[in-house]
T-cell receptor
C-alpha cells in the first residue's frame, strides 16, 4: 500500500526566505509523485509532478522538487517566498505505470508567509 | 477549456434531507474522482470511475452515500439521508487515464453544511 507523510502541518516563513516543505512516501513499486497547491476556497492545482524522468522537477510559480529514491523523499522548495505563496500544499503518490489511477494524498502543509 | 465544473458551490441543508452534488468533468477525460475534505480527516478519495464504470468505491463511508456516472460528461454524488458529520467540502476531479499517468484536474468544490 502506498502512503505519504508530510512533516509539519504548518510552516511559517518570512517573505524572501527559502521555502522547504517535506514529503516522504512509501510505495512497493516505482512511484509517480505530485505536489498540489490549494488556495483558500479553491480546488487543488497541480504544481509539479515526477514521472521517472529527471529527478529534479521544476513546476509553476518558481517551485521545484527533487526525487530521492534512497531517502524516499520528494521535498518541495522555492528559493524566495512571496506573499502569494501562502496556501496549503499537498504531496501525493500513485503507482508508476499501474492500472490504478488513484492518488494517495498527504495530510497537507499550510504555508504562511510573513511580511 | 472550462475545467471541471461542480454545482452547487455551497449547500446548506437539514439533517435527514437528501443532498445531490453534481460534476461535469473536462471534455475528453475518461476517469472521474470524488473526494471529501475535512479538517479532521484531510482529503479522502470516496470513489472513482473509469469510462463511466465505478472502479473503486472503498472510500464511500456508508450506504447513505451513492455515486453515479450515467455518461462521460456527468456524475452525481448523493447523500440520503444527510447527517451533520457529512459536512465537508466535496471535490470532483478528472483525468485522461491510460498511456502514461496524467495529473488529476480538480473542480472548485461544493461546501456542504448539514445542520
Amino acid at each position: 500500500a502506498q502512503s505519504v507523510t508530510q512533516l509539519g502541518s504548518h510552516v511559517s516563513v518570512s517573505e524572501g526566505a527559502l521555502v522547504l516543505l517535506r514529503c516522504n512516501y512509501s510505495s512497493s513499486v516505482p512511484p509517480y509523485l505530485f505536489w498540489y497547491v490549494q488556495y483558500p476556497n479553491q480546488g487543488l492545482q497541480l504544481l509539479l509532478k515526477y514521472t521517472s524522468a529527471a529527478t529534479l522537477v521544476k513546476g509553476i510559480n518558481g517551485f521545484e522538487a527533487e526525487f530521492k529514491k534512497s531517502e524516499t523523499s520528494f521535498h518541495l522548495t522555492k528559493p524566495s517566498a512571496h506573499m502569494s505563496d501562502a496556501a496549503e500544499y499537498f504531496c501525493a503518490v500513485s503507482d508508476l505505470g499501474g492500472s490504478n489511477y488513484k492518488l494517495t494524498f498527504g495530510k497537507g502543509t499550510l504555508l504562511t508567509v510573513n511580511p | 477549456d472550462a475545467g471541471v465544473i461542480q454545482s452547487p458551490r455551497h449547500e446548506v441543508t437539514e439533517m435527514g434531507q437528501e443532498v445531490t452534488l453534481r460534476c461535469k468533468p473536462i471534455s475528453g477525460h475518461n476517469s472521474l474522482f470524488w473526494y471529501r475534505q475535512t479538517m479532521m480527516r484531510g482529503l479522502e478519495l470516496l470513489i472513482y470511475f473509469n469510462n463511466n464504470v465505478p472502479i473503486d468505491d472503498s472510500g464511500m463511508p456508508e450506504d447513505r452515500f451513492s455515486a453515479k456516472m450515467p455518461n462521460a460528461s456527468f456524475s452525481t454524488l448523493k447523500i440520503q439521508p444527510s447527517e451533520p458529520r457529512d459536512s465537508a467540502v466535496y471535490f470532483c476531479a478528472s483525468t485522461l487515464a491510460g498511456g502514461g499517468y496524467n495529473e488529476q484536474f480538480f473542480g472548485p468544490g461544493t461546501r456542504l453544511t448539514v445542520l
